[in-house]
């Protein structure tokens, strides 16, 4: 029992639908709560199997034409194409979706700890690193913003 | 040993980085950096190889690839909203590309 209700802790965090539904209805029966359970953790399996068999194909045939396009990439504009065509419902896959993209950050953390392995680099450079970083990304913020208001403002 | 508490220290590490950040909401106790940097602190101080610390988080690395496929629902999400102005925003960042690509070769 207590590993369904550590998921529907998760569940209920990550979507709106279902918080609106509890507090809609008051306080719920233990069954009900259960009912969401099963059915989150359903759409979570369903959602997941969509995701690793976009992913397989992609890998299939990304080894089939032996390039070195990243995989996930292409799975997903696969899928994206798929949601496009309504070959996929984005029902099936929403509340997968958007519990991955809650958790998104947490998957980047040993790659950023990756970082301890170019730490002379680092140190060497770390003023055209830190210029660099900052100073392009505030002139690509700048430049993205005004340009596009620029041209939204023409237009009209 | 290190490799097997590698992913739930990692875990821990990141809900108490993110208690820490909605407690104290300033972009520089950003919860995925106060991770790294405390996960780099502990490791350097602990005389951990990379290594070991790597293959303790396969878990999470590997989740990485369906993650990104799993972007593809936001993007079919917004697409309306992308659509509309497509030619816009495609532009304005062809053009920023490019002005950040001029500036960070320059200064460098």
Known sequence: ?156 | MFLYIATPLTLLFFFLAKKLYSMVPNPLFNPVLVTIFSLIALLLILAIPYQDYQQGTNVITALLEPAIVALAVPLYLQLKVIKARLKYILLSCLVSVMVAFFCAFYVM
């Open chain 1, 1 to 156: 029992m207590k590993e369904p209700s550590k998921k529907q802790h998760l569940s209920s965090n990550s979507s709106p639908n279902n918080a609106e539904h509890k507090t809609a209805e008051g306080p719920i029966t233990p069954q009900q709560k259960m009912a969401s359970t099963i059915k989150n953790i359903l759409q979570l399996c369903v959602g997941l199997s969509i995701i690793f068999l976009f992913l397989a194909i992609a890998k299939l045939i990304i080894s089939y034409f032996e390039s070195t396009f990243p995989a996930s990439i292409l799975g997903m504009l696969m899928l994206f194409l798929a949601l496009s065509l309504g070959v996929i419902k984005l029902s099936w896959i929403q509340f997968t979706g958007n519990l991955v993209l809650k958790y998104l950050a947490l998957l980047f953390i040993p790659v950023g700890v990756g970082l301890i392995n170019y730490f002379e680099l680092i140190t060497a450079h770390w003023l055209v690193i830190v210029f660099s970083l900052f100073f392009t990304t505030l002139v690509t913020l700048f430049m993205v913003g005004h340009c596009y208001q620029w041209l939204t403002k023409e237009k009209s």
